[in-house]
């Protein structure tokens, strides 16, 4: 594995790769890796001839009160991690690097980036969408992995890609978990004893969510009260949002009809820990012919 810490090592590395006929498949990441971001690789690992990480703590994706200083860094573990694994290119650069002056561009999304995450989080998607343009634009992959487990970030990565017509395909894979249904996350490690066990509340709480739905309820309001049932169980979790939107625009549909995703923030002490689950609506029973022709 090649770690490569300069935009401009980046570009003469990923001429190389062009040079030799190699597809490369990027996974951007923020460091601080766990089995989570593995998968990913692994799952890049299937569709590349050369294997690219990026690892940046993107400041810009960060809010003035959040955790952007504290935000656990391990560039020498993480390098260990991809080492083990087929990865060809670590790419680490420095903010200075990546952000020599303030950027004056600034990506919106005509309002997605405002639900869900983004109604706490004012200007984090764009920051998102800043910084992944720039990746895409410096490594140019033939694909980019990116994880469920942050729904609203991909499907807005989607829209950056496909508005911008970005020659990168997008994969997008499933959220890996803790035995206890935690969704794996970098935040994670700040949890308390008691706060991590009363974390794995959020997926159960998605399960019974998923469980409505897939029992037939077609009330959105009937969905979002089963998971703030079981949210409401756990005392340490402070909840931010429960919500049964659409995959299509992450509006509340009136009605369940096609896919859906069921999401989740909440607090466990100062720790924001967000999950998700995508469900589908069981296809409606064919009417079974009512005898007598009645
Ligand atoms: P992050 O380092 O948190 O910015 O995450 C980098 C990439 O890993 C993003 O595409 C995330 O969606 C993905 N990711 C984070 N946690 C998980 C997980 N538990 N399972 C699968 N992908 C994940």
Not at 14 to 21: F, K, N, Y
Not at 65 to 72: A, C, F, I, W
Not at 90 to 100: I, K, S, V
Request: glycine letters at 8%.
């Amino acid at each position: 594995m090649e770690t490569v810490t300069t935009i401009a090592a980046a570009r003469a590395r990923r001429q190389q790769d062009r040079q030799a006929g190699r597809r490369v498949v990027l996974v951007p990441t923020m460091g601080a890796l766990h089995e989570g971001h593995l998968s990913l690789v692994r799952r890049a690992a299937e569709l590349a001839d050369s294997v690219w990480v990026s690892v940046f703590v993107n400041p810009t994706q960060f809010g003035p009160d959040e955790d952007l200083d504290r935000y656990p860094r391990d560039l020498a573990g993480d390098g260990a991690k991809l080492e083990a694994e087929a990865v060809d290119v670590l790419f680490a650069p420095t903010t200075q690097d990546m952000y020599p002056q303030q950027p004056v561009i600034g990506i919106g999304f005509s309002g997605l980036e405002d639900l869900l995450c983004g109604a706490s989080r004012p200007g984090h998607f764009a920051g998102v969408g800043l910084v992944v343009a720039k990746l895409l634009n410096i490594v140019q992959p033939e694909v980019a992995v990116f994880g469920q487990k942050d729904a609203q970030q991909a499907l807005l990565i989607r829209r950056l890609v496909a508005d911008l017509d970005v020659p990168v395909t997008v994969e997008v894979a499933p959220t890996v978990r803790e035995p206890d249904g935690l969704a794996m996350s970098s935040r994670n490690a700040y949890l308390s004893h008691d706060h991590r066990r009363a974390a794995s509340a959020i997926s159960r709480a998605l399960a019974r969510g998923r469980g409505a739905v897939e029992e037939g309820v077609r009330d959105p309001r009937q969905v979002r009260a089963a998971m703030l049932e079981v949210m409401g169980s756990e005392p340490l979790l402070e909840l931010e949002y429960a919500e049964c939107v659409s995959q299509q625009d992450l509006r509340t549909p009136a009605r369940i009809e096609g896919l859906l995703l069921l999401a989740i923030a909440a607090r466990a002490g100062t720790t924001r820990l967000i999950d998700n689950m995508a469900v589908s609506p069981p296809a409606a029973a064919p009417t079974a012919p009512r005898p007598n022709g009645g």
